[in-house]
């Protein structure tokens, strides 16, 4: 059983930064691919950025050039580094992560980017 604990979120003026949390209960991070997510009320989860085991990463076109994923394995933890907010960047933020063919989803942080 894997638990992911995100935090980090709040409240923020838009062109501001944040720094989004994942921390995982087991050493998990360094053998599997982890991914962040967002979700705004009333419309489906969309996928936000993608780290591999390798260290290699992904973005949505949305987000490219703003965010930054990074992984200590060391501490278990997963960051996502929000740079110039836009209020469409507000959504709850979930991590992600797939393990022995079981989903493990984050409970989720809220971002709010308004003024």
């Known amino acids: 059983q894997v638990q992911l604990v995100e935090s980090g979120g709040g409240l923020v003026q838009p062109g501001g930064s944040l720094r989004l949390s994942c921390a995982a209960s087991?050493?998990?991070?360094?053998?599997?691919?982890v991914g962040w997510y967002r979700q705004v009320p009333g419309k489906q989860r969309e996928w936000v950025a993608n780290?591999?085991?390798?260290?290699?990463?992904a973005y949505a076109d949305s987000v490219k050039g703003r965010f930054s994923i990074s992984r200590d394995n060391a501490k278990n933890t997963v960051y996502l580094q929000m740079n110039s907010l836009k209020p469409e960047d507000t959504a709850v933020y979930y991590c992600?992560?797939?393990?022995?063919?079981?989903?493990?989803w984050g409970q989720g942080t809220q971002v709010t980017v308004s003024s």
């Open positions: 087991a050493s998990i991070f360094s053998h599997y691919a």
């Open positions: 992600y992560t797939f393990v022995g063919g079981t989903d493990y």
């Open positions: 780290i591999d085991i390798g260290g290699s990463t």
